[in-house]
């Protein structure tokens, strides 16, 4: 039981360029979620998905794109990568969404843009 | 005012003393609340959830949640080096609502 998995844990960019990061849950869990951690800024999150088939923009959304593939796999897109997206992302994943459900995150991916 | 306010520390703490870690928030309709911890350079790993006011014990570990005062604070008792990690609060405005993280107390058990 591997939890919540992301892919890659690394990843370079140059501006401009885009690519797509990978969440994997194996917890059978319906919402899932993107967030971005930034020195002095907390956990902000991105965007959401409170189940399969549904989409829903988060604190911080512009320059990203999302994609709930079925239950377990929830992806975000960046389409045109900027020095302000360098970051660490986190997937989340709970069994139901809002309160009264806990998140479990991922190992994150580490991007920088240059 | 931020949402969810913690100290950054670091709070430094000897091995065996009892560390306590607080968040204030400040939405009063605020219903859920979590504990995470955050070693450098891994992901958020849950500790613990409290809803009701009062405290909430799990090992060395207890929550204690206030809500007339909007506090929401952790207890860790027999600190360990092992500790050492960042400590983020999170709060949920109400039950079908985002969670909002603050921006973590750094703490440091020292030998």
């Known amino acids: 039981n591997a939890g919540v998995t992301q892919t890659p844990k690394f990843q370079v960019l140059k501006t401009g360029q885009s690519m797509t990061l990978q969440c994997a849950q194996d917890?059978?869990?319906?919402?899932m979620y993107w967030y971005r951690q930034d020195p002095g800024m907390g956990l902000r999150l991105i965007y959401y998905?409170?189940?399969?088939?549904?989409?829903d923009k988060g604190e911080v959304p512009n320059g990203y794109n999302v994609s709930r593939l079925n239950k377990r796999e929830f992806s975000l897109r960046l389409e045109s990568a900027a020095p302000s997206q360098t970051s660490v992302y986190f997937c989340a994943s709970s069994e139901g969404y809002g309160g009264l459900y806990e998140q479990y995150f991922g190992p994150g991916t580490r991007l920088t843009v240059t | 005012q931020k949402e969810v306010e913690q100290n950054s520390g670091p709070l430094s703490v000897p091995e065996g003393a009892i560390a306590s870690l607080n968040c204030t928030y400040s939405d009063r309709v605020s219903q859920s609340f979590f504990w995470y911890r955050q070693y450098s350079g891994k992901s958020p790993e849950l500790i613990m959830s409290i809803y009701s006011n009062g405290d909430k014990e799990d090992g060395r570990f207890t929550a204690q949640l206030n809500k007339a005062s909007q506090y929401v604070s952790l207890l860790i008792r027999d600190s360990q080096p092992s500790d050492s990690a960042t400590y983020l609060c999170a709060v949920c405005p109400g039950t079908a609502s985002k969670l909002t993280f603050g921006t973590g107390t750094r703490l440091q058990v020292t030998l």
């Open positions: 917890m059978n869990h319906n919402s």
């Open positions: 998905s409170a189940s399969e088939g549904t989409t």
